[in-house]
């Protein structure tokens, strides 16, 4: 590293800025569509938790291989699906209501581990999207009959964001 280089903790700083800002730009696009929020990757349910305070009336399912987020940042167990991701989301096709907005937040320090994960994981969560959903996500998804949207100008870390159709 040298004198410019962003620091760990100015890249994480980067990053959760832009999360919060593409979050709240969701909760914008989304407000008069209904139906439940997905929370791909509940991780320490950082995130989790700002859904849950964006939409106080939804029902908001997480997911992820195990539970490391606190009582008050996770969903009730009903709306907890603990497992890969190729079998949770796959299993909740027909369960739910379609998804207003997927928030997949799935990314790891392995760029291409995540690359391989973006080409399954986006037709597992386009099949739960009501028409007109907003997917929100750390790394690229897409989708034929997605639209990408730029969301939120002026961020220091790339966050994408796409229209279902
Ligand atoms: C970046 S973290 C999520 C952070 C979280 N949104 C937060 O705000 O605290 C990504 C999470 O996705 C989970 N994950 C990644 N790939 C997965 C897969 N194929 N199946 C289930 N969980 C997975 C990881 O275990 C990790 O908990």
Redesign the pocket.
């Known amino acids: 590293m040298n004198d410019t280089s962003p620091s760990r903790l100015e890249r994480m700083i980067a990053r959760l800025s832009a999360q919060k800002a593409f979050l709240d730009f969701a909760a914008s696009q989304v407000r008069d569509l209904p139906g439940p929020i997905l929370?791909i990757?509940?991780?320490?349910?950082?995130?989790?938790s700002h859904l849950a305070k964006l939409f106080p009336s939804r029902e908001i399912y997480a997911?992820?291989?195990?539970l490391?987020?606190p009582a008050d940042s996770a969903p009730e167990p009903a709306r907890l699906a603990l497992?890969?991701?190729?079998l949770t989301l796959a299993a909740m096709r027909g369960r739910i209501a379609p998804a207003a907005l997927a928030h997949a937040?799935?990314?790891?320090e392995d760029r291409g581990f995540d690359a391989g994960?973006a080409v399954w994981l986006a037709p597992l969560i386009a099949a739960l999207m009501a028409p007109g959903g907003l997917v929100v996500s750390?790394r690229a998804l897409s989708m034929p009959g997605w639209t990408p949207l730029a969301g939120p100008e002026g961020l220091e870390w790339t966050y994408h964001a796409a229209r279902a159709g």
Do not use: H, P, V, W
């Open positions: 929370e990757g509940l991780g320490k349910g950082r995130t989790f997911f992820d291989d195990g490391r987020a497992g890969d991701f190729r937040d799935f990314g790891s994960q750390d």
